[in-house]
Structure formats: structure tokens, C-alpha cells
């Protein structure tokens, strides 16, 4: 029915608070993708999932950033001790299957505030 | 290293005048393109996509891009701009070839002038 979700859509955390982000993807879309767009910067990849299956992480910043998704939907994406440099928009995009071929989309994204 | 430059940081044009933005990407096999819009609040959506084939790309909202293999360019265009197409455009470069793991550029800010 309706396209991704994320909540909460603005967090403002104190530095050193733990904060988590939810994405509802489309329902029934296998693959599932986080991205962190800076203020004036294009998105940058932090992680894939095929299902529940975490295939690639290599874009999470440090070891702070810890992402899931259980049940192959939902995913949550968690930021321990937040810097103020992880202030930034946090976008999720879902896409029907694995592949180029199949277009993500996105959802209105996480504007996480860090003081 | 791969990479997507967008050389125009912001881009303003009046209503009805054309419109190109310009995309430059380094990658060292074929690339699989694309071109997003993000309006204020909005998620990305999905203009155009070019996999192979024919080089001139037609994508929604009356815009179109065109791969040029001996530039290393997938520019966008269109001809004549509507005061809705302000926003925010990236283009971006499929760096797997496989599951669709995207890297884009910094973006172009486009105002449209009455």
C-alpha cells in the first residue's frame, strides 16, 4: 500500500545518548538499504539487507552504528554515544528484490540533531 | 577510485527556459546510471535509469538524460521547466552490478525563476 516509512521523521539527542531509527519498508520488498546524507552532501551507503540477512555493512561508520532487521521487514538502526558528527538525515529505501534492475525507494528520512 | 561529480553545486532557471544538469562519474566498468529528484520533506524518487542500449533515457516528469560513454557524463535535461521542478537532483552510480548499492553525487540545487 503505502511507501516507506520512517519514524520518528526528527530526533534531538544530547551527545553520548543512544538513538533508534525505524524503517517499514513496502510490504513484501526483500531488499532493504540505509543511507546518511549530510546537510549539502548526496546520500552515502551504510548497509544492505537481503531479508533478514545483514549482506553489507561496510559503510557504517564505526562500531557505534549497529543496524537489524529480525524479521526480514522492519528494520531498526541503532547510533550508541552519539557524536556531533552523526548529525545528519538518515534515509531507508526498500526495492522489490535484489538487483540493479529493481528501483528503490525511499523513504522522507530521520533528521537526527545531535547537541 | 569510483566516483560521481555533480560540477553544479545550485542552477537557477526561469519557467519555460531549458534546463541541463551535469553528471561525471569515474568507474572502471560499465556503469549503471541514475537520476533522483528530492523535494523538500520528500524521499528520493527515481527520474531516470540507464543500463545499456540506447543512450538518450527518457524518464518521468518530461525529463531525459543522455550516456556518454567517451565523456564519462550522463547528463539531464529538460526543455522547458516548471516552477514544481525546484528541488534538489543526484545523480548516482550502482557500484555492484548486483543488488543495487547506489553512490551518489553531491547534488545540484535547481530555483526556478518566475
Known amino acids: 500500500g503505502a511507501g516507506v516509512s520512517q519514524s520518528p521523521r526528527y530526533k534531538v539527542a544530547k551527545r553520548g545518548q543512544d538513538v533508534a531509527l525505524r524503517c517499514d519498508p513496502i510490504s513484501g520488498h526483500v531488499s532493504l538499504f540505509w543511507y546518511q546524507q549530510a546537510l549539502g552532501q548526496g546520500p552515502e551507503f551504510l548497509t544492505y539487507f537481503q531479508n533478514e540477512a545483514q549482506l553489507d555493512k561496510s559503510g557504517l561508520p564505526s562500531d557505534r552504528f549497529f543496524a537489524e532487521r529480525p524479521e526480514g521487514s522492519v528494520s531498526t538502526l541503532k547510533i550508541q554515544r552519539t557524536q556531533q558528527e552523526d548529525s545528519a538525515v538518515y534515509l531507508c529505501?526498500?526495492?522489490?528484490?535484489?538487483?540493479?534492475?529493481?528501483?528503490?525507494?525511499f523513504g522522507p528520512g530521520t533528521r537526527l540533531t545531535v547537541l | 577510485a569510483q566516483s560521481v561529480t555533480q560540477p553544479d553545486i545550485h542552477i537557477t532557471v526561469s519557467e519555460g527556459a531549458s534546463l541541463e544538469l551535469r553528471c561525471n562519474y569515474s568507474?572502471?566498468?560499465?556503469?549503471?546510471l541514475f537520476w533522483y529528484v528530492q523535494s523538500p520533506g520528500q524521499g528520493l524518487q527515481l527520474l531516470l535509469k540507464y543500463f545499456s542500449g540506447d543512450t538518450l533515457v527518457q524518464g518521468i516528469k518530461g525529463f531525459e538524460a543522455e550516456f556518454k560513454r567517451s565523456q564519462s557524463s550522463f547528463n539531464l535535461r529538460k526543455p522547458s521547466v516548471h516552477w514544481s521542478d525546484a528541488a534538489e537532483y543526484f545523480c548516482a552510480v550502482d557500484l555492484t552490478d548486483s543488488w543495487g548499492k547506489l553512490q551518489f553525487g553531491a547534488g545540484t540545487q535547481v530555483v526556478v525563476t518566475p
Open positions: 568507474y572502471g566498468a560499465t556503469p549503471y
Open positions: 529505501a526498500s526495492s522489490h528484490d535484489r538487483g540493479t534492475l529493481n528501483e528503490q525507494f
